[in-house]
Nanobody, 121 residues
Framework: QVQLVESGGGLVQPGGSLRLSCAAS????????MGWYRQAPGKPRELVAT???????NYADSVKGRFTISKDNAKNTVYLQMNSLEPEDTAVYYC???????????????WGQGTQVTVSS
């Protein structure tokens, strides 16, 4: 079994910063990609940023230049540094991992439970 556990959400004023963390644990064989998605009320879930095992990154246009995704392979942890936060960034942020477990040959996607980020004065 695999678990993705997020932390670091909260309330921040516009222009402020937050750092999200997501730790993957369990019977992990290989992590291919990890990333962050978000879902605001009444809107579909959208990609925020992803990072591959090789370190390649991808960002939504709306966060480029403000958010940075990084990872610590030794800890199976991915981070999202969010700077210059805007009220439009308010959402539940979900960690996503595409990985292979020890038991299964084929990789699949796993999701965390989500962490709330609220940007408001």
């Amino acid at each position: 079994q695999v678990q993705l556990v997020e932390s670091g959400g909260g309330l921040v004023q516009p222009g402020g910063s937050l750092r999200l963390s997501c730790a993957a644990s369990g019977s992990i064989h290989t992590i291919y990609t990890m990333g962050w998605y978000r879902q605001a009320p009444g809107k579909p879930r959208e990609l925020v940023a992803t990072i591959t095992s090789g370190g390649s990154t991808n960002y939504a246009d709306s966060v480029k230049g403000r958010f940075t995704i990084s990872k610590d392979n030794a800890k199976n942890t991915v981070y999202l540094q969010m700077n210059s936060l805007e009220p439009e960034d308010t959402a539940v942020y979900y960690c996503n991992g595409r990985l292979r477990t020890i038991q299964l040959v084929l990789p699949r996607e796993y999701w965390g439970q989500g962490t709330q980020v609220t940007v408001s004065s």
